[in-house]
């Protein structure tokens, strides 16, 4: 168990929809970073956050948007939901902000029909 | 730009053998970390080693060790004795310490089978 939670583990939606995904990192890391893992593109860093405040962006795409609450959960939101959104959405964290490795939840499980 | 580089979609080996998972990178900067995570079916990445890029010695982590040739920007990874539980998809990563870049890039990933 790596102390980070990600909820839900599992969601099936139709496209054109919202979903949102939930992820709590381990006691005390203050980074989170969201990635996400589909079949043809391996893991892809989305987005990171230290702190509440957005550290680096990667390949997420406008019609996904993240936050970092002040009790350091994040919130990884997607719209208009299309059938390649299909993938494994994973939340890690880490305790700094440059510096050691990133303990990953479980993953969310994201198919759109 | 970086970039982690896995060549062997996928491995086979005998349990209880050694098996060396293949890892080169590319970074411009300095100061730099490599990683490697396994997954297996169930998912979840889970961390097994961790080489800084100012380490003299090679990183060591039980049955996991990381063969670091800066020179050559490789950081191949060895699992001595394999077992069964073994069997995972393995992920190469780096992460650069300086230069303002935050995130964690990852290989394509290999595909290791434990045969009995």
């Known amino acids: 168990d790596s102390g980070v939670t990600q909820t839900p583990k599992h969601l099936i939606t139709a496209t054109g929809q919202r979903v949102t995904l939930r992820c709590s990192p381990r006691s005390g890391d203050l980074s989170v970073y969201w990635y996400q893992q589909s079949l043809d593109q391996g893991l892809q860093f989305l987005i990171q956050y230290y702190n509440g405040e957005e550290r680096a962006k990667g390949n997420i795409l406008e019609r996904f948007s993240a936050q970092q609450f002040p009790d350091l959960h994040s919130e990884l939101n997607l719209s208009s939901l299309e059938l390649g959104d299909s993938a494994l959405y994973f939340c890690?964290?880490?305790?700094?902000?440059?510096?050691?490795?990133?303990?990953f939840g479980e993953g969310s499980r994201l198919t759109v029909l | 730009a970086q970039k982690i580089t896995q060549t062997q979609p996928g491995m086979f080996v005998q349990e209880k053998e050694a098996v060396t998972l293949d890892c080169t990178y590319d970074?411009?900067?300095?100061?730099?970390?490599l990683f490697w995570y396994k997954q297996p079916s169930s998912g979840e990445m889970i961390f097994l080693i961790y080489q800084g890029s100012y380490d003299q010695q090679n990183a060591t982590e039980g049955r996991y060790s990381l063969n670091f040739q800066k020179a050559r920007k490789s950081a191949n990874l060895v699992i001595s004795a394999s077992q069964l539980g073994d069997s995972a998809m393995y992920f190469c990563?780096?992460?650069?310490?300086?230069?303002?870049?935050?995130?964690?890039?990852f290989g394509a990933g290999t595909r290791l089978a434990v045969h009995p």
């Open positions: 970074t411009s900067d300095p100061s730099y970390g």
């Open positions: 890690a964290s880490s305790p700094g902000r440059n510096t050691g490795e990133l303990f």
């Open positions: 990563a780096m992460r650069a310490l300086s230069g303002g870049y935050n995130k964690l890039i």
